[in-house]
């Protein structure tokens, strides 16, 4: 089985370059996963419906389903970034 290969990265935030966009509820479009890889530090993954948290840290990505509302808060410094994906990504 292979890996699936993300077809379009977000460029590399930092907790001062992190757009508001992302700190308030979003979700991706029908069809897209997102994979949400941190770098450096750690950030909150926070899924609106059911309410659930996740703490991201380098090496335990965050995974958002198609049309998942969610929002993400950075835990201090961080440096992260979003890469999308057309089926299920296996990190």
């Known amino acids: 089985m292979t890996m699936a290969e993300p077809y379009r990265s977000t460029p ?3 907790q001062d370059s ?3 966009a992302l700190r308030d509820n ?3 479009k029908e069809g897209v ?3 949400i890889r941190v770098l450096e530090g750690e950030l909150n993954l926070t ?3 059911p309410h659930s948290e996740k703490m991201l840290s380098p090496g335990n990505p965050g ?3 198609p049309q998942q ?3 993400v808060t950075p835990i201090g410094p961080m440096r992260m970034q979003v890469d999308f994906y057309n089926e299920p990504p296996l990190p």
Do not use: C, N, R, S
Request: no cysteine.
């Open 12 to 14: 590399i935030f930092d």
């Open 18 to 20: 992190l757009p508001a």
């Open 26 to 28: 979003h979700q991706t």
């Open 33 to 35: 996963w997102g994979l």
């Open 47 to 49: 899924y609106v419906q």
């Open 63 to 65: 995974v958002v389903g």
């Open 69 to 71: 509302t969610h929002f």
